[in-house]
């Protein structure tokens, strides 16, 4: 039996119904779509790497127990995923450790900004302080609407408390390495791959219909299906660049669907 709706529900809304969308074992407009069905036409090395981010989830080795369940947290909202079900959400936070664990990075950063591996302990004490002063708990005890507000004010540069971290660290900057952790992440996955259609990797096998956007024959016809933001999230907010006013998202826009 589905779990009553509350105001705080992550779900996005079907529209038509009202009713909250998952959660699913595949979200997007692919529906029976699998790209891990194609590993067999794959060369064994390809196909080694894209199954060990199935089957073996990184173990947090970087961060200490509150430190990993805060990125979660914040992963979740920066990337929610609440309308996959359990078994199928794409884990996020444990590969950014894995990386900072490997200490591997793109071999640049900015010269305001410390290294990735000194930048995401001071992020996470400075996002756990903002939300002590501004709320009066601590981050993975606030409600849903209350975190993506703290979070949109690191992503508007204005945080609301922490300032002795973001002094000497760019919220901004943090913002961005942030969501590109994320983004890499979630999308190297084969689970996103079937979410956004992605015909998976070419080599050897390569792709045939590179013109007109036809699929290719293993390939699935996107079904597009109406979704809105849930209620209070920060995800149906939209702000033209440069300009003034604010308005919220129609059915279809925003979100990862």
């Known amino acids: 039996m589905e779990a009553q709706r ?53 173990q947090f080795r970087y961060f200490d127990d509150r430190q990993a369940a805060l990125l979660t947290a914040i992963c979740e909202r920066v990337l929610p ?7 199928h959400k794409i884990p996020i936070a444990p590969q950014i450790d894995k990386r900072l664990y490997e200490d591997r990075h793109d071999g640049y950063r900015y010269e305001e900004m410390p290294p990735d591996r ?14 002590q002063a501004h709320y009066g ?18 992503h508007d540069g204005k945080p609301i408390a922490g300032h002795d971290v973001w002094e000497r660290m760019p919220p901004h900057r943090f913002w961005l390495l942030l969501v590109q952790d994320c983004a890499e992440a979630y999308y190297a996955h084969p689970w996103a791959w079937d979410e956004i259609g992605f015909g998976g990797p070419a080599y050897p096998r390569a792709y045939m219909r ?21 209620p209070g999230s920060q995800s149906g907010r939209y702000e033209p660049v440069g300009g003034q006013s604010e308005h919220h998202a129609t059915p279809g826009q925003g979100g990862t669907h």
Do not use: C
């Open 81 to 87: 995923q609440a309308d996959r079900d359990a078994d």
């Open 137 to 154: 708990r601590g981050f993975l005890e606030l409600r849903m609407s209350e975190q993506d507000e703290l979070l949109r004010s690191l």
């Open 210 to 230: 590179l013109e007109r956007g036809e699929p290719e024959p293993w390939e699935k016809e996107e079904k597009r299906y109406e979704w809105a933001p849930p």
């Open 6 to 58: 509350t105001d705080d529900d992550p779900r996005p809304i079907d529209p038509n119904t009202g009713k909250p969308i998952g959660p699913l074992a595949q979200p997007g407009y692919y529906q029976g779509y699998r790209t891990l069905d194609q590993r067999k036409f794959w060369d064994a090395k390809t196909r080694e790497v894209v199954l060990e981010r199935v089957h073996k989830v990184p």
């Open 118 to 131: 000194e930048a995401f302990p001071m992020a996470l004490r400075a996002i756990d302080d903002m939300a």
